[in-house]
């Protein structure tokens, strides 16, 4: 519709338009105010003189907020318009606001009106609740008196406009309930899927510890585990899902259980990070993860790992010298297109190694690698148990109850043993050298050892059978080198060989019929657990454990 065609019917633009006709020219050439024709005819039609002569009284009385006037440095009421009677009642004039005004007091007020009065300048505060349940936002402006009164010296008067947000503050509150509502659910998952007790390895003292955001942070994905993956070997892990609330918490459960399926499969730990990089992409292909996977193993006194654009590892030697493991990082999870590779750190004996999340060392006046020195040195100094280390850590940070983001801490420590307790833990090898005849050599190996460790009968016999088995599967399917490692731990017996055939052997049901293959199921039947897995050289580990009988 065309509306130009249609404007000249107006009233007032015929007028307009006539009144130029008459008088030619704009305003500014015939030297009028160029105030415009709709106002001008306003103030043309309204009697004379009525909006200088409207009284103030009259306007105050007819608004619905609440006005008040005090005057003087006892702020005397000396005006309440009708909606502060309807309000919080009538109030007597000349008497002090302290007596006469109590609901200002309530709300906190009345030092307020002092510190108008005197700097001469206007102060707000926001939402106060009233008594009677109300909520009002109160703007309190010096004014100049009658009566002469200068600015500034303590004998003028304080105008107190009120007005009335309750819908505002109610609907304020609800959000925020609904908030906190929200929050409270997302920690619980958080805590739910976080590991509610840490698994305990034999050669390992693990703690960890979880503080989510404050109050005003939304809670995060952080997740740590440890798993125990057979043979003395333990996995550790730590992520960090880059989101925030129920969402991030549910994909980090999803990563964490995938993680220990994968663990299970006891593939080395870029290869974990491999499949959880395919996942996270599934899972959500707008959120990503940071992730550090680590195995250790008490034979080799080392902590290999990978990472997926991670903090670095931190490790302090019993010496206290600190050692980061940097090197090699890749990209977080979900972005794809990488092929992830495992690095390895020396952890031996007395050494102490620390796995966190950005929240430790992260803050938004500095740069993470100053967040990360200063770690560095507060692990320096952090001695005593796994927990004492994660607390003293968190403080040395200053993490409070209202930090800003969620920390997840996971301290492990390789304790140095000496005299009784060193004895509850041996090792001892033998390289299978030669053909079949490294069975029997085996044999009476396995027949030594267990009897020096002096091994109840039974256990003796149970672990003599299944190294028999486990080096004549190795002699029958594997090739050298070949090796038969005993171990023992305060808590278990543990027997394992290796060769060079990455072959992994895996458990049947032999016929009646069939001379071989019943080897494996020897084992598992006699053994606590029993498993196999790649070794990174090439070629593949076989393992069984028996647990020793509580003294």
Same mark, same amino acid.
């Given at each position: ?208 510890t979880y503080q989510p955001g404050?109050t005003d942070a939304a809670v ?139 929240? +430790? ?9 100053? %967040? &990360?020195? !200063?770690?560095? *040195? $507060?692990? @320096?100094? #952090? =001695? ?10 968190i403080r040395a940070l200053g ?24 004895? +509850? ?9 030669? %053909? &079949?005849? !490294?069975?029997? *050599? $085996?044999? @009476?190996? #396995? =027949? ?61 049901? #032999? ?41």
């Amino acid at each position: 519709m065309n509306f130009t065609r249609w404007s000249a019917r107006l009233p007032g633009t015929q007028r307009r338009a006539a009144a130029r006709t008459e008088t030619g020219g704009s305003p500014a050439q015939r030297g009028e105010s160029s105030v415009p024709a709709a106002r001008a005819e306003h103030l043309a039609d309204a009697p004379a003189g009525v909006v200088d002569e409207l009284p103030a009284r009259e306007v105050l009385d007819s608004i619905p907020a609440l006005v008040a006037l005090v005057r003087g440095p006892d702020h005397r009421v000396a005006y309440t318009n009708d909606a502060y009677a309807a309000a919080f009642g009538a109030r007597p004039l000349g008497a002090p606001a302290r007596e006469a005004l109590p609901e200002l007091e309530a709300v906190g007020l009345l030092p307020l009106l002092d510190q108008v009065l005197r700097s001469a300048r206007p102060r707000t505060v926001k939402s106060r609740k009233a008594p009677g349940g109300r909520s009002y936002t109160f703007t309190c402006t010096p004014v100049a008196l009658p009566f002469g009164a200068a600015a500034g010296d303590g004998s003028g008067g304080v105008l107190v406009f009120a007005a009335d947000v309750t819908d505002h503050a109610e609907a304020a509150e609800r959000l925020r309930a609904s908030e906190r509502s929200q929050r409270e659910t997302a920690v619980t998952l958080q805590r739910s899927l976080l590991p509610q007790e840490l698994e305990q390895p034999d050669d390992l003292r693990i703690a960890a510890t979880y503080q989510p955001g404050g109050t005003d942070a939304a809670v995060g994905g952080d997740w740590y585990d440890v798993i125990t993956l057979g043979g003395g070997r333990t996995a550790l892990v730590i992520g960090d899902v880059m989101g925030r609330g129920v969402r991030a918490a549910a994909v980090m459960g999803q990563l964490r259980t995938a993680v220990r399926a994968y663990a299970r499969l006891d593939l080395p730990p870029h290869e974990v990070l491999q499949l959880l990089d395919g996942l996270a992409a599934e899972i959500d292909a707008s959120q990503i993860a940071t992730c550090v996977y680590a195995v250790h193993d008490p034979n080799e006194g080392s902590l290999t790992y990978a990472s997926a654009g991670h903090l670095p590892i931190l490790v302090r030697a019993e010496n206290g010298t600190i050692h980061r493991a940097e090197e090699p990082t890749g990209p977080p999870l979900g972005t794809g297109g990488w092929l992830h590779a495992s690095g390895s750190v020396p952890l031996g004996p007395g050494s102490t190694a620390v796995l966190y999340t950005d929240g +430790l060392v992260e803050r938004r006046s500095e740069d993470i690698d100053e %967040g &990360v020195a !200063a770690l560095e *040195r $507060a692990l @320096a100094g #952090a =001695t005593g148990t796994p927990q004492v280390v994660c607390d003293r850590l968190i403080r040395a940070l200053g993490v409070t109850a209202d930090h800003d983001d969620d920390v997840a801490v996971l301290v492990l420590q390789q304790p140095s043993r000496t005299g009784v307790h060193a004895e +509850l833990f041996r090792n001892a090898a033998l390289e299978l050298l030669g %053909g &079949v005849e !490294a069975a029997p *050599r $085996a044999r @009476a190996f #396995a =027949t030594g050892v267990l009897a020096s460790w002096r091994f109840p009968p039974d256990l003796h016999d149970l672990g003599v059978l299944a190294a028999s088995e486990l080096v004549a599967n190795s002699l029958q399917h594997g090739t050298p080198p070949m090796r038969l490692r005993l171990r023992r731990t305060d808590r278990r017996l543990i027997i394992e060989v290796t060769d060079g055939d990455d072959h992994l052997p895996r458990r049947r049901r #032999a016929e009646p019929a069939d001379e071989a293959g019943r080897g494996i199921a020897i084992v598992a039947t006699i053994a606590s657990s029993w498993g196999a897995r790649r070794t990174p050289g090439g070629g593949k580990a076989v393992w069984c454990e028996f647990a020793l009988p509580r003294a």
